[in-house]
């Protein structure tokens, strides 16, 4: 098992066990300070669900792979503008539109 499944198991099981914490807490004493205590655990945990899963992702989003293949295969004196392709002249200054 891979250390990131490990983490997501854990997570899913401290919320199980979270929400069903909550629940008894609340009949058995109604207790608001447990139940809050038990419900900022469970947020804490889908923190860091949400962290680990934003920060193991490899695949990249579909418009950054297209953008890099317009990038390689534009000309060094070419800058992309939106759907417009400025190209630079000798003169400083002087960028004409296609």
Do not use: K
């Not at 499944?5 to 899913?12: A, F, G, M």
């Not at 979270?18 to 207790?31: E, F, R």
């Not at 949400?50 to 989003?61: A, F, L, Y």
Request: contains cysteine.
């Amino acid at each position: 098992m891979t250390p990131l499944r490990v983490i997501r198991v854990v997570v899913i099981v401290l919320c199980a066990a979270g929400i069903t914490g909550m629940i008894v807490a609340s009949v058995a004493g109604n207790n608001n300070g447990v139940v809050i205590t038990i419900g900022g655990f469970i947020v804490l945990a889908a923190i860091v669900l949400m962290t680990v899963n934003t920060v193991t992702v490899h695949e990249r989003i579909d418009a950054f792979e297209t953008e890099q293949r317009l990038r390689s295969q534009q000309r060094p004196s070419e800058r992309s503008v939106g759907d417009h392709v400025l190209r630079y002249d000798e003169a400083p200054g002087e960028a004409r539109e296609e």
